[in-house]
């Protein structure tokens, strides 16, 4: 498996796109939109894209933001996280949050995100989010071990 930061859409995103429609899934549709629009390119600070690759076939994207929704730049946002069916159960996705935590961990106090249905729940608590009650924009968050260095890329 490889996980990396990418700095530019993977050619074989309009895939993932199609499969996560499939599963009436829209946060890759979401995440291209936005990139292709130039309003989400993940270049503020401290935030990045990554993607995962088994065998070069890529199976697996996720991004970092600055949260949207909150007046504080210490709170990170994890975005458009999909992994193809096939790819599921894995260790696909609980290796691309690692990554892109260990990523945040340098820039964010918190990384918070929004995701329904119980299969997403098990899974971002299994990784050590909280849920989150009574909270619009967001479902789960986790504080992260290391103060933030830096602000910047």
Known sequence: MEIGRIEALPDELGELVAVSLDENFRAVER?????????????????????????GQLVAICGLNTDPFAADATLGRLRHLYVVPGSRLRGVGRALVSAVLLHAQQHFRTVRLRSFGSDADRF???????????????????????EPSTRSH
Request: aromatic share 10%; no cysteine.
């Open 124 to 146: 971002y608590v299994a990784l050590g989010f909280e849920r989150i009650a009574a909270n619009a924009d967001a479902t789960h968050q986790i504080q992260l071990t290391s």
């Open 31 to 55: 995440l291209r939109a936005e990139w292709d629009r130039g309003s989400n390119r993940f270049l503020g600070p401290g935030e990045a894209l990554f993607e995962a690759r088994l065998s």
